[in-house]
C-alpha cells in the first residue's frame, strides 16, 4: 500500500486495516478514496486534506475564501464538474486551474484539458466544501439561465407579430425565439420565488397582462407588448405539449420546471379561446406542499385530533370540502402522507393527479376514453384497496361507489363544492344519494378556507369598539385581553401586510345524533345547529379564533368567511 493511503496510516488518521478496505470499497464502488473516507466519516475533509497537500506536494485551498462569482465555470461543461468533481476555479491564459479533492484523478483533467482546450492544473481543496461549493455554483448558474430583467421587455423582437395576418402562422421555431423563451420562463420562476398559487396569461384588444394570484389575491406582474401574445401562448403550449394548431378549444397539459437537480415544480396548464387570443392559466404545484405536516395546515388542536382519529379508523368516509383554491388537496394529500405506509395499498382517482406521491397508485382519469370517477372506483374495488381518494364526488353513480367502498371495510377521501359542513350532507341528499347510506357512511366532513397570515414584522394593534366586536360574532367572554391585529405593510411583505396563508376549518364528525337528523330529513340550518350545540365550529368561529390568535386580521376574515 502507498501513496495517500499510506500516509493517512502514518499520521494516525487511519489504521492499516480501515485505510485497506477503505481502498478496496472505494475502487469497488468506483469513487476517489478521498470522497469514500470523508463521507464514510473515517476522517475529516481538512485532515484528509492536509495529508493529501503534503503528500502530493500541493497547497490546500479553503474555498470559503474564493469568490465564485467571476469562476470560468462556462468553459467547463456541467456534465464534466460533476461527472469528475473537479470545479474551474479561475483562468490564466492558456491554463486553467481546477479545484479537486483527489489530485491523482488524470483522467478527469485530461478529459477537462480535452474539451476546453486549455492546460488544466489541480488546485487541492477539501472535500466536502467542493461537493457544497459544486451545488452552489451550478445551481446559480441554472437560476440565472431562467432569470431575465425588466430591460428584455423592451428588447423581445416584434417583427413576427405586429401583422395579425402573420398570427395564424406561428410555427414551433417561432416559440424557441430566445428572448421569448427566456420572458417566459423569468415569469416562471418570479411565479415561484413570490409564492405565487397561479399565473395568468391574458390577451385583450390593446393590452396584454400576465398576473400572479399571491396569497389567494390577484396581482399584476408583466404588462408585454399586445403583439406578443400570440407567441407567448404558442411557447407555453409547446412546454406543455398541447396542440399548437389549435386555438378554437380548451386544452390541458402539463410543464415540468427543474430548479435544480433536486428540486422541480409542476405547472398544470389550461388554455380557453377569448375574443383576442388564448387565456392561459398555469396552476403552480409545488410536491413540497404535501409534506408539510398537518401541523403547518393551521388545524386548532382539537381539530387536527379529529382528523387524525377518522383517519386512523379502518373504513368510513371522510369529505373535503370548499371552493376551488380554498386548500382542499393539500388537506387531502396531507392526510394521504399520514396513510402512506408499507403495509397499505392506496389508490387515487383524481382530474388531474397534481402531486406525484411515491407508495401511492394514482390514476389521471379521462372521460374521452371512458376512465370516469367512476369507473376508477369500480376498478380500485378489485385491487385489494386500504384506502380510496377520490379527487371529487360529482355525480350520484361516483357517490354510490364511494358510499359502498366506505360501507364494505375501505377508509375512502374525496371533496365536494359546499359552503360548509352541514350542506355538504343536503348536497348529497339532493344528488339522490339515500339519508341511510349517507348516515351510515360518512364520517368526517372538513369545511374549510385559505386566510392570508399578518406579516409577523409589521402587524400592528388596532383598537376597535366592543360594540362592533360583538356585532362580527366575537362573545363576551372573548372580550377580555383581546388584543387584534391589522396589516401595515413593510419589506417583508412587499407592502401588503401579509405573507403567506393560514387553513381556517370546520371539522365535523357524523356522529350518532347527527346520523339521526339526516335520518328524519333536517335541512343544512337544522344540522348546523346541532354541529354548534355540539360544540363545532363553523367557519366563521374558527376564523374569529385565529384573529383572536393574531394569525390574522378581522378584515381578512370577513373577506373570506360570512357573518
Known amino acids: 500500500?502507498?501513496?495517500?493511503?499510506?500516509?493517512?496510516?502514518?499520521?494516525?488518521?487511519?489504521?492499516?486495516?480501515?485505510?485497506?478496505?477503505?481502498?478496496?470499497?472505494?475502487?469497488?464502488?468506483?469513487?476517489?478514496?478521498v470522497h469514500?473516507?470523508?463521507?464514510?466519516?473515517?476522517?475529516?475533509?481538512?485532515?484528509?486534506?492536509?495529508?493529501?497537500?503534503?503528500?502530493?506536494?500541493?497547497?490546500?485551498?479553503?474555498?470559503?475564501?474564493m469568490n465564485m462569482e467571476?469562476?470560468?465555470?462556462?468553459?467547463?461543461?456541467?456534465?464534466?464538474?460533476?461527472?469528475?468533481?473537479?470545479?474551474?476555479?479561475?483562468?490564466?491564459?492558456?491554463?486553467?486551474?481546477?479545484?479537486?479533492?483527489?489530485?491523482?484523478?488524470?483522467?478527469?483533467?485530461?478529459e477537462i484539458k480535452f474539451n476546453t482546450g486549455l492546460a488544466t492544473e489541480p488546485v487541492l481543496v477539501e472535500d466536502d466544501k467542493l461537493d457544497q461549493t459544486i451545488e452552489t455554483v451550478l445551481n446559480a448558474i441554472e437560476a440565472a439561465s431562467l432569470d431575465v430583467g425588466d430591460d428584455d421587455l423592451e428588447n423581445l423582437d416584434l417583427s413576427d407579430g405586429e401583422d395579425e395576418a402573420d398570427d395564424d402562422n406561428i410555427t414551433r421555431a417561432d416559440t424557441e425565439s430566445a428572448p421569448v423563451v427566456r420572458f417566459v420562463n423569468k415569469i416562471l420562476l418570479d411565479a415561484i420565488?413570490?409564492?405565487?398559487?397561479?399565473?395568468?396569461?391574458?390577451?385583450?384588444?390593446k393590452k396584454y397582462r400576465?398576473?400572479?394570484?399571491?396569497?389567494?389575491?390577484?396581482?399584476?406582474?408583466?404588462?408585454?407588448?399586445?403583439?406578443?401574445?400570440?407567441?407567448?401562448?404558442?411557447?407555453?403550449?409547446?412546454?406543455?405539449?398541447?396542440?399548437?394548431?389549435?386555438?378554437r378549444i380548451p386544452q390541458d397539459g402539463r410543464i415540468k420546471l427543474n430548479l435544480s437537480k433536486t428540486k422541480a415544480i409542476d405547472f398544470r396548464v389550461n388554455t380557453c379561446p377569448t375574443l383576442f387570443g388564448e387565456k392561459i392559466v398555469l396552476r403552480i404545484l409545488d410536491p413540497s406542499s404535501a409534506q408539510l405536516g398537518i401541523d403547518a395546515l393551521g388545524y386548532e388542536p382539537h381539530q387536527k385530533d379529529l382528523y387524525l382519529k377518522y383517519l386512523n379508523k379502518p373504513y368510513g368516509m371522510i369529505l373535503v370540502t370548499g371552493p376551488t383554491g380554498s386548500g382542499k388537496t393539500v388537506s387531502l394529500y396531507t392526510g394521504l402522507n399520514i396513510l402512506n405506509t408499507a403495509d397499505r395499498n392506496i389508490s387515487t382517482a383524481e382530474d388531474p393527479a397534481e402531486i406525484n406521491l411515491p407508495g401511492i397508485n394514482q390514476v389521471n382519469v379521462n372521460p374521452k376514453v371512458g376512465l370516469t370517477f367512476a369507473s376508477a372506483l369500480k376498478a380500485f374495488l378489485r385491487q385489494d384497496p386500504d384506502v380510496i381518494m377520490v379527487g371529487e364526488i360529482r355525480d350520484l353513480e361516483t357517490a354510490e361507489i364511494a358510499i359502498k367502498a366506505a360501507q364494505t371495510g375501505h377508509l375512502v377521501l374525496s371533496t365536494l363544492h359546499t359552503n360548509d359542513?352541514?350542506?355538504?350532507?343536503?348536497?348529497?341528499?339532493?344528488?339522490?344519494?339515500?339519508?341511510?347510506?349517507?348516515?351510515?357512511?360518512?364520517?368526517?366532513?372538513?369545511?374549510?378556507?385559505?386566510?392570508?397570515?399578518?406579516?409577523?414584522?409589521?402587524?400592528?394593534?388596532?383598537?376597535?369598539?366592543?360594540?362592533?366586536?360583538?356585532?362580527?360574532?366575537?362573545?363576551?367572554?372573548?372580550?377580555?385581553?383581546?388584543?387584534?391585529?391589522?396589516?401595515?405593510?413593510?419589506?417583508?411583505?412587499?407592502?401588503?401586510?401579509?405573507?403567506?396563508?393560514?387553513?381556517?376549518?370546520?371539522?365535523?364528525?357524523?356522529?350518532?345524533?347527527?346520523?339521526?337528523?339526516?335520518?328524519?330529513?333536517?335541512?343544512?340550518?337544522?344540522?348546523?345547529?346541532?354541529?354548534?350545540?355540539?360544540?363545532?365550529?363553523?367557519?366563521?368561529?374558527?376564523?374569529?379564533?385565529?384573529?383572536?390568535?393574531?394569525?390574522?386580521?378581522?378584515?381578512e376574515v370577513n373577506r373570506v368567511t360570512v357573518d
Open 36 to 65: 469514500w473516507i470523508v463521507s464514510h466519516q473515517l476522517a475529516s475533509a481538512v485532515d484528509v486534506g492536509m495529508a493529501a497537500s503534503r503528500e502530493f506536494g500541493l497547497s490546500l485551498l479553503d474555498l470559503n475564501a
Open 1 to 33: 500500500m502507498g501513496g495517500l493511503a499510506r500516509r493517512l496510516i502514518n499520521e494516525g488518521l487511519l489504521t492499516d486495516a480501515a485505510a485497506r478496505d477503505a481502498q478496496a470499497k472505494a475502487a469497488k464502488e468506483r469513487m476517489p478514496l
Open 421 to 555: 359542513a352541514p350542506q355538504t350532507l343536503t348536497r348529497m341528499l339532493n344528488m339522490g344519494v339515500p339519508a341511510y347510506n349517507i348516515a351510515s357512511s360518512v364520517s368526517l366532513i372538513i369545511a374549510q378556507r385559505l386566510a392570508r397570515r399578518l406579516c409577523k414584522q409589521c402587524k400592528q394593534p388596532v383598537e376597535i369598539p366592543k360594540e362592533e366586536l360583538l356585532k362580527e360574532g366575537f362573545r363576551e367572554s372573548d372580550l377580555d385581553k383581546l388584543t387584534l391585529f391589522d396589516a401595515k405593510g413593510c419589506d417583508a411583505c412587499s407592502g401588503t401586510g401579509y405573507k403567506g396563508r393560514v387553513g381556517i376549518y370546520q371539522v365535523m364528525p357524523v356522529n350518532e345524533d347527527m346520523g339521526r337528523a339526516i335520518m328524519e330529513g333536517s335541512n343544512a340550518m337544522e344540522l348546523a345547529q346541532l354541529a354548534e350545540q355540539q360544540g363545532i365550529n363553523d367557519l366563521r368561529r374558527s376564523g374569529l379564533e385565529k384573529v383572536m390568535q393574531g394569525v390574522t386580521s378581522l378584515v
Open 193 to 205: 420565488n413570490r409564492g405565487a398559487s397561479d399565473i395568468h396569461f391574458e390577451p385583450y384588444e
Open 70 to 110: 467571476y469562476a470560468p465555470t462556462g468553459d467547463v461543461s456541467e456534465t464534466l464538474i460533476r461527472k469528475h468533481r473537479a470545479l474551474p476555479l479561475y483562468k490564466r491564459g492558456k491554463k486553467l486551474y481546477v479545484a479537486t479533492s483527489d489530485p491523482t484523478n488524470l483522467q478527469g483533467l485530461d
Open 210 to 247: 400576465i398576473r400572479y394570484r399571491q396569497d389567494g389575491i390577484l396581482q399584476e406582474a408583466a404588462t408585454p407588448p399586445v403583439q406578443l401574445g400570440m407567441r407567448l401562448a404558442a411557447r407555453l403550449k409547446v412546454m406543455s405539449r398541447m396542440d399548437l394548431a389549435e386555438r
